[in-house]
DNA sequence: CAACTCGTACGATAGACATCGTAGTACGGG
DNA sequence: CCCGTACTACGATGTCTATCGTACGAGTTG
Protein backbone atom coordinates (compact mmCIF):
# COMPACT_ATOMS: atom_id res chain seq x y z
CA UNK A 1 0.00 0.00 0.00
CA UNK A 2 1.39 3.43 -0.85
CA UNK A 3 4.47 1.11 -1.92
CA UNK A 4 7.36 2.29 0.17
CA UNK A 5 7.70 5.62 -0.87
CA UNK A 6 7.62 8.86 1.49
CA UNK A 7 4.13 8.76 1.11
CA UNK A 8 4.58 10.75 -2.12
CA UNK A 9 1.83 12.99 -2.23
CA UNK A 10 1.98 15.56 -4.32
CA UNK A 11 -0.52 17.36 -1.93
CA UNK A 12 1.96 20.58 -0.18
CA UNK A 13 1.18 22.30 2.50
CA UNK A 14 3.06 25.97 2.42
CA UNK A 15 4.66 26.69 5.83
CA UNK A 16 6.75 29.42 7.17
CA UNK A 17 10.50 28.52 7.11
CA UNK A 18 12.09 28.45 10.51
CA UNK A 19 13.54 31.98 10.15
CA UNK A 20 10.11 33.26 9.59
CA UNK A 21 8.20 32.33 12.36
CA UNK A 22 7.34 35.44 14.77
CA UNK A 23 6.60 35.44 18.34
CA UNK A 24 3.44 37.55 18.44
CA UNK A 25 1.80 34.99 15.40
CA UNK A 26 2.85 31.59 17.52
CA UNK A 27 1.68 33.53 21.17
CA UNK A 28 -1.66 34.75 18.89
CA UNK A 29 -1.72 31.04 17.71
CA UNK A 30 -1.69 29.64 20.82
CA UNK A 31 -4.23 32.15 22.47
CA UNK A 32 -7.62 30.21 21.37
CA UNK A 33 -8.85 27.53 23.42
CA UNK A 34 -9.57 25.57 20.64
CA UNK A 35 -6.03 25.75 19.25
CA UNK A 36 -4.33 25.70 22.34
CA UNK A 37 -6.02 22.29 23.46
CA UNK A 38 -4.60 20.62 19.79
CA UNK A 39 -1.28 21.54 20.73
CA UNK A 40 -1.29 20.45 23.73
CA UNK A 41 -3.01 16.98 22.72
CA UNK A 42 -0.09 16.94 19.67
CA UNK A 43 2.76 17.37 22.67
CA UNK A 44 1.06 14.52 24.48
CA UNK A 45 1.46 12.62 21.88
CA UNK A 46 4.45 13.49 20.89
CA UNK A 47 4.28 12.37 16.88
CA UNK A 48 1.85 12.89 14.39
CA UNK A 49 -2.06 12.95 15.12
CA UNK A 50 -4.41 13.13 12.30
CA UNK A 51 -7.26 16.37 11.92
CA UNK A 52 -10.15 13.72 12.44
CA UNK A 53 -8.21 12.46 15.41
CA UNK A 54 -9.38 15.74 17.54
CA UNK A 55 -12.91 15.57 18.45
CA UNK A 56 -13.31 19.66 18.62
CA UNK A 57 -17.06 21.10 19.34
CA UNK A 58 -17.18 22.90 16.32
CA UNK A 59 -17.57 21.81 12.49
CA UNK A 60 -15.10 20.54 10.08
CA UNK A 61 -15.04 23.90 8.01
CA UNK A 62 -13.52 25.85 11.48
CA UNK A 63 -11.40 23.09 12.77
CA UNK A 64 -10.03 23.24 9.09
CA UNK A 65 -9.29 26.95 9.88
CA UNK A 66 -7.30 26.67 13.36
CA UNK A 67 -4.63 23.98 11.96
CA UNK A 68 -4.46 26.28 9.19
CA UNK A 69 -3.55 29.07 11.95
CA UNK A 70 -1.75 26.93 13.78
CA UNK A 71 0.78 25.99 10.50
CA UNK A 72 1.11 29.24 9.04
CA UNK A 73 2.20 30.66 12.88
CA UNK A 74 4.69 28.11 12.83
CA UNK A 75 3.65 25.64 15.46
CA UNK A 76 2.35 22.49 13.63
CA UNK A 77 3.74 20.82 10.72
CA UNK A 78 1.05 19.61 8.61
CA UNK A 79 1.76 16.79 5.96
CA UNK A 80 -0.84 14.52 3.48
CA UNK A 81 -0.62 10.96 4.23
CA UNK A 82 -3.17 9.29 2.14
CA UNK A 83 -6.68 10.93 2.55
CA UNK A 84 -5.77 11.94 6.39
CA UNK A 85 -3.31 14.98 7.36
CA UNK A 86 -1.06 14.55 9.69
CA UNK A 87 -0.11 17.06 12.61
CA UNK A 88 2.81 17.34 14.26
CA UNK A 89 4.26 19.85 16.55
CA UNK A 90 7.43 21.97 15.30
CA UNK A 91 9.07 21.29 18.37
CA UNK A 92 12.15 21.32 16.84
CA UNK A 93 12.52 24.60 15.25
CA UNK A 94 10.27 26.19 18.50
CA UNK A 95 13.20 25.25 20.90
CA UNK A 96 15.93 26.56 18.86
CA UNK A 97 13.87 30.24 18.16
CA UNK A 98 12.18 30.75 21.80
CA UNK A 99 14.45 28.13 23.96
CA UNK A 100 12.08 26.81 26.99
CA UNK A 101 8.87 28.84 25.45
CA UNK A 102 7.02 25.73 24.56
CA UNK A 103 7.19 23.40 27.41
CA UNK A 104 6.23 26.80 30.00
CA UNK A 105 3.40 27.33 28.05
CA UNK A 106 2.54 23.50 27.85
CA UNK A 107 3.09 23.37 32.04
CA UNK A 108 1.18 26.70 32.63
CA UNK A 109 -2.01 24.89 30.29
CA UNK A 110 -1.35 21.67 32.52
CA UNK A 111 -1.58 23.96 35.61
CA UNK A 112 -4.17 25.97 34.69
CA UNK A 113 -6.37 23.05 33.36
CA UNK A 114 -5.87 21.66 37.21
CA UNK A 115 -6.86 24.15 39.11
CA UNK A 116 -9.91 24.47 36.99
CA UNK A 117 -11.12 21.15 37.20
CA UNK A 118 -9.58 19.34 34.24
CA UNK A 119 -12.18 16.75 32.58
CA UNK B 1 -8.59 59.46 56.48
CA UNK B 2 -7.09 56.65 54.52
CA UNK B 3 -4.20 57.06 57.25
CA UNK B 4 -0.79 56.09 55.97
CA UNK B 5 -2.95 54.52 52.65
CA UNK B 6 -0.07 54.37 49.74
CA UNK B 7 -1.25 57.90 47.65
CA UNK B 8 -4.55 58.14 49.20
CA UNK B 9 -6.12 58.25 45.39
CA UNK B 10 -9.68 57.43 45.24
CA UNK B 11 -9.36 56.73 42.10
CA UNK B 12 -10.03 52.75 41.62
CA UNK B 13 -9.15 50.41 38.95
CA UNK B 14 -10.78 46.60 38.35
CA UNK B 15 -8.04 44.17 38.25
CA UNK B 16 -8.71 40.53 37.83
CA UNK B 17 -8.40 38.27 40.94
CA UNK B 18 -4.82 35.96 40.71
CA UNK B 19 -7.24 33.38 40.45
CA UNK B 20 -9.49 34.71 37.95
CA UNK B 21 -6.08 35.25 35.42
CA UNK B 22 -6.62 32.84 32.31
CA UNK B 23 -3.83 31.50 30.19
CA UNK B 24 -5.42 32.71 26.85
CA UNK B 25 -6.04 36.19 28.13
CA UNK B 26 -2.37 36.33 28.70
CA UNK B 27 -0.85 34.56 25.67
CA UNK B 28 -3.73 37.28 23.95
CA UNK B 29 -2.49 39.81 25.40
CA UNK B 30 1.17 39.59 24.52
CA UNK B 31 0.60 38.70 21.31
CA UNK B 32 0.36 42.42 20.44
CA UNK B 33 3.59 43.88 19.13
CA UNK B 34 2.93 47.23 21.44
CA UNK B 35 1.80 45.61 24.29
CA UNK B 36 4.86 43.40 24.22
CA UNK B 37 6.75 45.91 23.81
CA UNK B 38 5.60 47.78 26.89
CA UNK B 39 5.83 44.36 28.89
CA UNK B 40 9.34 44.00 28.10
CA UNK B 41 10.03 47.89 28.91
CA UNK B 42 8.47 47.25 32.10
CA UNK B 43 10.21 44.03 32.93
CA UNK B 44 13.45 45.55 31.90
CA UNK B 45 12.65 48.16 34.81
CA UNK B 46 11.46 46.32 37.22
CA UNK B 47 9.55 48.93 38.50
CA UNK B 48 6.78 51.12 37.79
CA UNK B 49 6.38 53.25 34.74
CA UNK B 50 3.77 56.00 33.92
CA UNK B 51 2.17 55.87 30.62
CA UNK B 52 3.37 58.76 29.56
CA UNK B 53 6.30 57.46 29.53
CA UNK B 54 5.88 54.78 26.73
CA UNK B 55 6.35 56.49 23.34
CA UNK B 56 4.01 54.26 21.21
CA UNK B 57 3.57 55.06 17.26
CA UNK B 58 -0.30 55.85 18.10
CA UNK B 59 -2.65 58.07 19.88
CA UNK B 60 -3.18 58.11 23.44
CA UNK B 61 -6.88 56.48 23.17
CA UNK B 62 -4.68 53.84 21.46
CA UNK B 63 -2.55 53.79 24.07
CA UNK B 64 -4.89 53.44 26.80
CA UNK B 65 -7.15 50.58 25.43
CA UNK B 66 -3.59 48.95 24.72
CA UNK B 67 -2.38 49.28 28.76
CA UNK B 68 -6.70 48.53 29.65
CA UNK B 69 -6.23 44.69 27.78
CA UNK B 70 -2.71 44.49 29.57
CA UNK B 71 -4.51 45.07 32.86
CA UNK B 72 -7.86 43.50 32.46
CA UNK B 73 -5.47 40.29 31.50
CA UNK B 74 -3.73 40.57 34.77
CA UNK B 75 -0.66 41.05 33.22
CA UNK B 76 0.15 44.42 34.54
CA UNK B 77 -1.24 46.25 37.34
CA UNK B 78 -2.56 50.03 37.44
CA UNK B 79 -2.70 52.43 39.82
CA UNK B 80 -3.58 56.10 39.84
CA UNK B 81 -0.67 58.62 41.55
CA UNK B 82 -1.65 62.14 41.57
CA UNK B 83 -2.30 62.97 37.61
CA UNK B 84 -0.42 60.17 36.47
CA UNK B 85 -1.17 56.48 36.07
CA UNK B 86 1.28 54.15 37.21
CA UNK B 87 2.16 50.42 35.43
CA UNK B 88 3.84 47.71 36.97
CA UNK B 89 4.40 43.89 35.74
CA UNK B 90 1.96 41.24 37.99
CA UNK B 91 5.30 39.28 38.32
CA UNK B 92 4.76 37.75 41.73
CA UNK B 93 1.28 36.40 40.39
CA UNK B 94 2.07 35.55 36.88
CA UNK B 95 5.11 33.78 38.24
CA UNK B 96 2.71 32.26 40.83
CA UNK B 97 -0.06 30.78 38.61
CA UNK B 98 2.43 29.88 35.01
CA UNK B 99 6.20 29.67 36.39
CA UNK B 100 8.86 30.35 34.34
CA UNK B 101 6.18 31.49 31.38
CA UNK B 102 6.70 35.64 31.65
CA UNK B 103 10.54 34.83 31.88
CA UNK B 104 10.10 32.20 28.36
CA UNK B 105 8.52 34.91 26.78
CA UNK B 106 10.75 37.98 27.57
CA UNK B 107 13.62 35.71 26.63
CA UNK B 108 11.87 35.01 23.77
CA UNK B 109 10.93 38.74 22.57
CA UNK B 110 14.71 39.90 23.36
CA UNK B 111 16.13 36.47 21.42
CA UNK B 112 13.49 37.79 18.30
CA UNK B 113 14.31 41.40 18.77
CA UNK B 114 18.13 40.35 18.50
CA UNK B 115 17.79 37.99 15.59
CA UNK B 116 15.09 40.72 13.63
CA UNK B 117 18.08 43.60 14.05
CA UNK B 118 17.19 44.95 17.05
CA UNK B 119 17.09 49.18 16.97
C1' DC C 1 -15.72 3.28 -12.05
C1' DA C 2 -18.50 4.31 -7.99
C1' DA C 3 -18.86 5.18 -3.39
C1' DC C 4 -16.99 6.65 0.66
C1' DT C 5 -13.84 9.28 3.72
C1' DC C 6 -11.12 13.19 4.74
C1' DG C 7 -10.31 17.53 4.24
C1' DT C 8 -10.53 22.23 1.26
C1' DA C 9 -12.49 26.31 -0.86
C1' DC C 10 -15.69 29.79 -0.97
C1' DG C 11 -19.18 32.78 0.58
C1' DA C 12 -21.71 34.65 4.42
C1' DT C 13 -22.13 36.58 8.99
C1' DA C 14 -21.68 38.19 13.49
C1' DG C 15 -18.55 39.62 16.82
C1' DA C 16 -14.00 41.24 18.30
C1' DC C 17 -10.27 44.42 17.83
C1' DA C 18 -6.98 48.25 16.64
C1' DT C 19 -7.24 52.68 15.46
C1' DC C 20 -8.65 57.43 15.47
C1' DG C 21 -10.84 62.09 16.91
C1' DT C 22 -13.22 64.79 20.00
C1' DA C 23 -14.93 65.93 24.22
C1' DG C 24 -14.59 65.39 29.05
C1' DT C 25 -12.77 64.34 34.02
C1' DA C 26 -9.31 64.21 37.79
C1' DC C 27 -5.18 66.37 39.92
C1' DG C 28 -1.76 69.58 40.96
C1' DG C 29 0.28 74.19 40.65
C1' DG C 30 0.53 78.99 39.94
C1' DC D 1 -9.66 79.81 40.96
C1' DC D 2 -8.17 78.94 36.54
C1' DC D 3 -5.10 76.39 33.64
C1' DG D 4 -2.24 72.76 32.07
C1' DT D 5 -1.20 67.90 32.22
C1' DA D 6 -2.56 63.13 32.13
C1' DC D 7 -5.59 60.04 31.01
C1' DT D 8 -10.67 58.40 29.94
C1' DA D 9 -15.07 57.80 27.62
C1' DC D 10 -17.64 57.54 23.65
C1' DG D 11 -18.61 56.98 18.98
C1' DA D 12 -17.00 55.74 14.34
C1' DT D 13 -14.61 52.80 11.22
C1' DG D 14 -12.12 49.40 8.78
C1' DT D 15 -10.04 45.03 9.43
C1' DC D 16 -9.52 40.58 11.35
C1' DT D 17 -11.47 36.34 13.17
C1' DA D 18 -14.42 32.45 14.51
C1' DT D 19 -18.10 30.25 12.93
C1' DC D 20 -21.16 28.00 9.78
C1' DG D 21 -23.09 25.62 5.38
C1' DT D 22 -22.59 23.89 0.99
C1' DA D 23 -20.13 22.37 -2.77
C1' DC D 24 -15.92 20.42 -4.35
C1' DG D 25 -11.12 17.72 -4.82
C1' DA D 26 -7.93 14.03 -3.55
C1' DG D 27 -7.28 9.08 -2.16
C1' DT D 28 -8.69 4.49 -0.96
C1' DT D 29 -11.30 0.55 -1.62
C1' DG D 30 -15.03 -2.42 -3.17
Given at each position: MTTAAPTGSSRDLPHPHRGEIRLEAVLHALSDP???????????????LSCSHFDLP??????THHFR?????????QIYRGTAKMNGLRRDDLDDLFPGLLDSVLAAAA?????????
Open positions: LRLQVVRELAADGGEVTKSTTVLREAGVIRRQAARLGNR
